[in-house]
C-alpha cells in the first residue's frame, strides 16, 4: 500500500512538472517549419564557441517621420537629411552574424535621431518577423525619463535559425516612438532583405 501511495505521489509530481513546463516549450519553440528562433525566448545557453564567419550586412534602409506621423524612406546618411516637418530620423541594418554551433543568427539593429534638439525620447520600441514565422517575435522596448532628454536611441534584436537557414532570408520590422512624453510615432511594417541588383 506504501509503495502504491508513493508510485502515485510520483506520478502526480511529474504531472504537475510537465503541465508547468509545458507553456515555456511551446512559446520557445516555433510551430512554422523551419521557423526563426527568438534567442530571448528560447533562452540560449552562452558558450564559448565563437561565431563561424564575419557579420554581413544584408540591407541597411533610412527613414524619416514628420509631425503627422508620415513616414519616408530616404537616401543616404541621416545626417545629411533634415527637413522642417520631420521629427525623426532613423535607419534599421540587418546583419548576417554567420553561425554559431549548427545555428545560423541573423540580427536587426535600430536607430533613431530627433532632429530637433530640444525634443528628446521617452519611449522606443523595436518588432521584427523573420521568414518562415507567422508572428513577430517578442518586442524590444525601453522607456526613457524625461531628465535624461535623450535625442538618440538604439536597439537591436536577433534571432537565429536551428540547423539551416532559408534561401534568400528577409525580415520585417516595425517600430515605435514616444517624443517629449505625449507624441507618438510608429513606423508601418518595413521588408529588409537583400537587394535585387
Known amino acids: 500500500m506504501k509503495k502504491i501511495k508513493k508510485i502515485i505521489a510520483i506520478l502526480s509530481l511529474a504531472m504537475m512538472l510537465g503541465i508547468t513546463t509545458i507553456p515555456n516549450y511551446a512559446y520557445a519553440m516555433p510551430s512554422e517549419e523551419n521557423a526563426a528562433i527568438d534567442t530571448v525566448a528560447a533562452y540560449v545557453k552562452e558558450n564559448a564557441e565563437e561565431f563561424s564567419d564575419e557579420r554581413t550586412p544584408i540591407e541597411t534602409i533610412y527613414f524619416a517621420i514628420d509631425k503627422n506621423g508620415e513616414m519616408t524612406i530616404i537616401s543616404g546618411e ?39 534638439k530640444s525634443d528628446y525620447f521617452t519611449y522606443h520600441s523595436l518588432s521584427v518577423k523573420p521568414k518562415n514565422n507567422s508572428s513577430y517575435l517578442s518586442a ?58
Open 78 to 116: 541621416t545626417e545629411t537629411y533634415k527637413l522642417v516637418e520631420d521629427v525623426i530620423v532613423g535607419g534599421y541594418m540587418f546583419f548576417d552574424d554567420g553561425l554559431k554551433g549548427v545555428n545560423h543568427y541573423y540580427e536587426v539593429q535600430m536607430t533613431a535621431t530627433v532632429i530637433d
Open 140 to 197: 524590444v522596448s525601453a522607456s526613457h525619463a524625461s531628465y535624461l532628454r535623450k535625442t538618440t536611441v538604439s536597439d537591436a534584436k536577433q534571432y537565429y535559425y536551428a540547423g539551416s537557414t532559408p534561401n534568400n532570408p528577409y525580415v520585417y520590422v516595425k517600430s515605435s516612438f514616444s517624443v517629449n512624453g505625449d507624441t507618438s510615432y510608429s513606423i508601418p511594417e518595413k521588408k529588409l532583405t537583400n537587394p535585387i541588383k
